[in-house]
Nanobody
Framework: VQLQAFGGGLAQAGGSLRLSCAAS????????AAWFRQGPGKERLFVAS????????YYADSVKGRFTISRDNAENTMYLQMDSLKPEDAAVYYC??????????????????WGQGTEVTVSS
């Protein structure tokens, strides 16, 4: 599967952005999927993940209650709705997918396919 993330940009603190991840190739609904983010000079960190059907989700504590992950398998697309943004949310956001495993996986090495990243900037 090939992934392409887009939707990043500049938002004010307290504002919202919605990221999208378009998948092509094999049927997207057969993959678990996740969002990660990476700040300058930092490691890539787990943000949120979603099961193949979209019925189950899992979030990092730092974004729980503010971000919402979802997917539309008919459209081969995954989303990350980011609300109440904070300056510390600024990073390059990557979408990822794995054909095997559980949506509880939070390590980057558990995911085999990656999009190119989309940058989110949050002004205070």
């Amino acid at each position: 599967v090939q992934l392409q993330a887009f939707g990043g940009g500049l938002a004010q603190a307290g504002g919202s952005l919605r990221l999208s991840c378009a998948a092509s190739g094999r049927t997207f609904g057969t993959y678990i999927a996740a969002w990660f983010r990476q700040g300058p000079g930092k490691e890539r960190l787990f943000v949120a993940s979603i099961s193949r059907s979209g019925s189950r989700t899992y979030y990092a504590d730092s974004v729980k209650g503010r971000f919402t992950i979802s997917r539309d398998n008919a459209e081969n697309t995954m989303y990350l709705q980011m609300d109440s943004l904070k300056p510390e949310d600024a990073a390059v956001y990557y979408c990822s997918a794995s054909y095997s495993g559980s949506h509880y996986y939070t390590r980057s090495q558990d995911y085999d396919y990656w999009g190119q990243g989309t940058e989110v900037t949050v002004s205070s």
